[in-house]
């Protein structure tokens, strides 16, 4: 199983919503990443886990929390948004930090702040 | 950090080889050079990664020159299928946080 889920799909929320995106792996990978990718421009990292344990925050809004629960699973968790955080929100992983170069993505959470 | 330039988009038709080349001045010696693909609305997709001379796998074939200052990654035999966003990414697994993504090459493949 190679593969990144992402819940839900498509997203809509007003500004004073809180939601939550969800990501999930078992590749047994150790490493975990959030990205944000507005339309016709590259991803940008937000967050890195390594080992369940938060190692990079790209100096990331507050409303945007993220979460480790197990080495499976990932969560943003998403609350008092603005419409310019409307995006597309990736998440990936790797088999460990150092396998950085090679991640893994999944097929991305469509937000929209209304 | 090695930046990275790339052309901003390229036309090709099927059943042609297509070459989009990286250039990366300042790589440094660590560093290896890593292609990915992304088609619209999905998460990107590694493609070849390599160090010096040339690597094949069953996608594509990487050539990087003996500087090492650009690469160049080859398609064979394009179909409409390959259009997509070709990024070039250069650097190491010591400097992990350093993942980014440069403003990548749009592959559009014509009939």
């Known amino acids: 199983d190679t593969e990144v889920t992402q819940t839900p799909k498509h997203l809509v929320m007003g500004m004073t919503n809180k939601k939550s995106l969800k990501c999930e792996q078992h590749?047994?990978?150790?490493?975990m990443y959030w990205y944000k990718q507005k339309a016709k421009k590259p991803p940008e990292l937000m967050f890195v886990?390594?080992?369940?344990?938060?190692?990079i925050n790209e100096s990331v809004p507050s409303r945007f929390s993220p979460e480790c629960p197990n080495s499976s699973l990932l969560n943003l968790h998403l609350h008092a948004l603005q419409p310019e955080d409307s995006a597309l929100y990736l998440c990936?992983?790797?088999?460990?930090?150092?396998?950085?170069?090679?991640?893994?993505f999944g097929p991305g959470t469509r937000l929209t702040v209304t | 950090l090695a930046k990275t330039t790339q052309p901003i988009s390229m036309d090709s038709y099927e059943g042609q080889e297509v070459n989009i080349t990286c250039s990366h001045n300042n790589i440094a010696t660590n560093d290896y050079i890593t292609w990915y693909q992304q088609f619209p609305s999905q998460g990107p997709r590694f493609i070849i990664q390599g160090y010096k001379t040339k690597v094949t796998n069953e996608v594509a074939s990487l050539f990087i020159p003996a500087d090492r200052k650009s690469s160049t990654l080859s398609l064979p035999r394009v179909s409409l299928s390959d259009t997509a966003v070709y990024y070039c990414?250069?650097?190491?697994?010591?400097?992990?946080?350093?993942?980014?993504f440069g403003s990548g090459t749009k592959l559009n493949v014509k009939p």
């Open positions: 990936a992983s790797s088999q460990d930090p150092s396998a950085v170069w090679e991640q893994y």
């Open positions: 590749m047994g990978h150790r490493a």
């Open positions: 990414l250069v650097g190491d697994e010591v400097n992990f946080n350093k993942f980014y």
């Open positions: 886990y390594s080992y369940e344990k938060l190692s």
